[in-house]
């Protein structure tokens, strides 16, 4: 079946410092979504990018879908102590509504 | 607006005891998901419904039985709890249109002695 793996698994940044998260699917997706979840809490929808190449920003963050669909990442540039927390990818394949999550980086932002 | 509903948020079983997880959404979605999260790790999905009447596994269907009872309830029933079942649960659900984005439930957090 579909497997969607982020590397790295875990990233300590120090406040301030950029932090980049890499998701790759084993297969080609429709879509892909991110998201974030604080410890102790629930995922929370971030962003979903739809076509081929495409970036998105949401301030400090920067999301990228790859060419062919397979990869994306997200970048935050200058890490702030609010960043903390573990960053998932999740992708659509074909017209189904099966959703797979990736493996997720948890980051740790140190003051 | 609640949202997406778990109940309940904590649960201790013993093994072998049987328990629903219930789950209930006010947005008017189409499909609803249920996850399960290991300590330090992802999502890994269990079952879903695309739509009111359907069910499908997921990736890790085996000793979990759903029903969706109807559009705002999907439950998640253990019938014979194992350790290995020991985890955080999570509902979600979203519109139906391919990519939408998926609405989560706070949690139910589960141990089975």
């Known amino acids: 079946g579909q497997q969607v793996m982020q590397i790295p698994q875990y990233q300590h940044v120090q406040e301030g410092e950029d932090f980049t998260t890499y998701c790759n699917s084993s297969t080609t997706l429709s879509n892909i979504q991110w998201y974030k979840q604080r410890p102790g809490g629930h995922p929370v929808f971030l962003i979903q990018l739809v076509k081929s190449g495409e970036v998105k920003k949401q301030k400090r963050l920067t999301f990228q879908f790859g060419e062919a669909k397979k990869n994306s990442s997200l970048h935050i540039t200058a890490t702030q102590t609010t960043d903390v927390g573990t960053y998932f990818c999740?992708?659509?394949?074909?017209?189904?509504?099966?959703?797979?999550f990736g493996t997720g980086t948890k980051l740790q932002v140190i003051p | 607006n609640a949202g997406v509903t778990q109940t309940p948020k904590f649960q201790v079983l013993k093994t072998g005891q049987s328990m629903t997880l219930q789950c209930a959404q006010d947005?008017?979605?189409?499909?609803m998901y249920w996850y399960r999260q290991d300590p330090g790790m992802g999502l890994r999905l269990i079952y879903y419904?695309?739509?009111?009447?359907?069910?499908d596994k997921g990736e890790v269907p085996n000793g979990y039985n759903v029903s969706r009872l109807n559009k705002r309830e999907f439950s998640l029933r253990l019938e014979s709890a194992a350790p290995s079942q020991t985890s955080v649960y999570f509902c979600a659900s979203r519109t139906g249109a391919v990519g939408q984005p998926q609405h989560f439930g706070d949690g139910t957090r589960l141990s089975i002695l």
């Open positions: 419904s695309a739509s009111e009447g359907t069910t």
């Open positions: 947005m008017n979605h189409n499909s």
């Open positions: 999740a992708g659509d394949s074909g017209g189904y509504q099966k959703v797979t």
